[in-house]
């Protein structure tokens, strides 16, 4: 040759990479741009880095040491960076650093683009949910339920050598009672074993095993409180999180090759799917998906300035609070509760003759019917909160009497008469879900419903191979998921 090619002749008119540098070509960065201010100009056009982590994702390129090698020998990469090439730790310090905060900007308009296209939907949504392993230590973990157990222990111990001292020194134990602590602090334990010290070690009566465990807990619980302290702080109502990425929780993975149901630290990534493109995506550390779904529809409310109109989601998602808040919300939904599959089919539905929801409700009378025909009277009421904190109001019903009825045993186990909890607003929330989960439009979504959302986790974890994070923290953790919901977009409208 002559004369070197350009490298525009040998990048294909319709290749992916074209289409990425034309989508970001036209987005708005300036927030992006705004934070860069402050003395001297950059290296690299925060725009080129950009395209070079959009492009890297939707090429499977997650680590910035391949994305490097990618920019000095891949055409395509080449030919977005225009030659240039920034190295693993520009691109890393770009991806980690400069995106916070302002890739979700960057994600909203490329799904605004995309709905103005025809491409997805922003008014009908399928929401689901799956777990990412975090890039951490598998064995880092703190258990909250160890703690509660240590500190309980502790405060047991400490107990055992108080009524020690008092019954040896009476007269100088007698002001204040350390087994009433409503919480074991480091403070409390250091007040208390200084008591405790000073009331036996002249003693000569005092045993020299108690002076030895006096001295060990002087020297290691206040410390070991502290460290607890600190610990729970961290938890902030988790029961676990990993040293090496404190955010992250310990949850069951779907993917477990070593089939022993080992927890793994990791993250629940929720998306609002449509026509297999991300709409909406949050993060949380909650292991079921119960709970993601009110701060999930948050952010979608944040992300695009509007609720979607109908939301269709499993029976992961259908709990009380979940169905209060998409009526009060004015959404339609199209949300299965645990056991709906079940109580679509006859024989599943035969198999179940007793439950509480095959009994009959006679509404004038507030009362159900036994299956032999008893009232089971209201006996009262009373009120559980659930893990999100949510009040749900259950009123109890119980049989007249059960001694010696035929059908003991298969209706009724424990000892005396049955009793059933009642909660009415969620049979409420369910028969409406029931009706229009089996309406027509119910019945569509229901199908839609594994063909929108459910593709987009199988396409990432397993056809592009992402199934663990790069980045430690919840907010790197975000700015990931955002590159790969950007990639996976992109990679639909490339389609
Ligand atoms: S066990 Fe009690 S509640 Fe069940 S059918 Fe017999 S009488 Fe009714």
Redesign the pocket.
């Known amino acids: 040759m002559l004369l070197p090619p350009s490298l525009d002749d040998m990048v294909a008119q319709s290749h992916p990479v074209r289409i990425v540098s034309r989508v970001i070509d036209d987005l708005n960065i300036d927030p992006l741009l705004a934070s860069y201010k402050g003395g001297g100009s950059a290296s690299y056009h925060p725009r080129m880095l950009l395209k070079v982590l959009v492009f890297a994702y939707t090429s499977n390129i997650y680590s910035s040491r391949k994305m490097e090698e990618a920019c000095q020998q891949n055409i395509h990469f080449l030919w977005l960076t225009g030659m240039q090439m920034p190295d693993h730790n520009t691109l890393n310090r770009f991806r980690s650093e400069r995106l916070k905060h302002v890739l979700r900007h960057v994600f909203t308009q490329v799904v605004q683009m995309l709905a103005a296209e025809g491409i997805l939907s922003l008014k009908e949504v399928y929401v689901d949910g799956t777990k990412i392993e975090a890039n951490a230590n598998r064995y880092s973990f703190v258990w909250g339920n160890a703690i509660k157990t240590n500190k309980e222990k502790i405060a047991a111990q400490l107990r055992e050598l108080w009524q020690y001292a008092r019954s040896i020194a009476q007269e100088e134990m007698d002001d204040t009672d350390p087994t009433d602590f409503p919480t074991v602090s480091a403070e409390t334990i250091r007040e208390t074993v200084a008591k405790i010290d000073a009331a036996i070690r002249n003693d000569p009566e005092a045993s020299k095993k108690v002076k030895a465990k006096l001295a060990l807990a002087k020297k290691n619980w206040p410390d070991a409180l502290e460290r607890y302290a600190a610990q729970e702080q961290i938890l902030n109502g988790r029961n676990s999180y990993s040293k090496t990425d404190t955010d992250a929780t310990f949850m069951r993975m779907k993917e477990d090759h070593m089939q022993n149901g080992q927890l793994k630290p990791g993250y629940n990534v929720q998306v609002s799917g449509s026509n297999q493109c991300i709409v909406t995506y949050s993060i949380h550390p909650d292991l079921s998906d119960t709970t993601t779904l009110i701060p999930h529809l948050e952010q979608y409310q944040t992300d695009h300035g509007i609720l979607p109109e109908v939301v269709t989601a499993d029976a992961g998602y259908g709990s009380e609070q979940n169905y209060e808040h998409l009526e009060t919300a004015g959404i339609d939904a199209y949300v299965k509760y645990g056991y709906f599959d079940k109580d679509q089919s006859e024989s599943e539905r035969s198999k179940r003759p007793?439950t509480q929801d095959k009994l009959h409700y006679n509404q004038e009378k507030d009362c159900y019917i036994?299956?032999?025909g008893?009232p089971?009277v209201n006996v009262g009421s009373k009120v559980n909160i659930t893990v999100a904190g949510f009040r749900q109001q259950l009123t109890t019903y119980r049989?007249q009497?059960?001694e010696g009825?035929p059908?003991?045993g298969a209706?009724?186990k424990g000892k005396g008469?049955?009793i059933i909890d009642v909660n009415h607003s969620l049979n409420r929330y369910k028969q409406r879900a029931r009706e229009a989960l089996t309406s027509e439009t119910g019945i569509k979504h229901r199908k839609r419903r594994p063909v929108e959302v459910e593709p987009i986790f199988g396409n990432i974890k397993e056809n592009h191979r992402f199934r663990r994070f790069m980045l430690r923290g919840k907010e790197k953790v975000e700015i990931e998921f955002g590159l790969l919901a950007i990639a996976q977009n992109l990679r639909k409208k490339v389609a």
């Open positions: 007793f036994c299956p032999m008893q089971m049989a009497n059960c009825c059908m003991r209706c009724h008469n049955r």
